[in-house]
Nanobody, 115 residues
Framework: QVRLVESGGGLVQPGGSLRLSCAAS????????MKWYRQASGKERELVAT???????NYTDSVKGRFTISRDWPRNAVYLQLNSVQEGDTARYYC?????????WGQGTQVTVSS
């Protein structure tokens, strides 16, 4: 069983920054691909960023150059740094991983971009 707990969301003005955190149980952060998804109201959940077990990162086009995914092995944590946020980034952000054939999700953290 893997437990993922997100935090760090909130209200931010356009152009501002936030750092989302995902605390994971066990050692999944160093051994599996970790992902951040988001889901805006009335829309499907979309993959935002991935960091692989060997450290490679990928981003959806709409956040390239603005968001950064990273991880901290000793703390079993994954982060998503959001810079230059836009109103279109408003969504609930979820941490995700697949471990031993099962998929795990956190409860999500809400990010609202508004002036």
């Amino acid at each position: 069983q893997v437990r993922l707990v997100e935090s760090g969301g909130g209200l931010v003005q356009p152009g501002g920054s936030l750092r989302l955190s995902c605390a994971a149980s066990g050692s999944v952060v160093s051994r599996s691909n970790m992902k951040w998804y988001r889901q805006a109201s009335g829309k499907e959940r979309e993959l935002v960023a991935t960091i692989s077990s060997d450290g490679q990162t990928n981003y959806t086009d709409s956040v390239k150059g603005r968001f950064t995914i990273s991880r901290d092995w000793p703390r079993n944590a994954v982060y998503l740094q959001l810079n230059s946020v836009q109103e279109g980034d408003t969504a609930r952000y979820y941490c995700n991983t697949r471990w031993r054939g099962r998929e795990f999700w956190g409860q999500g953290t809400q990010v609202t971009v508004s002036s």
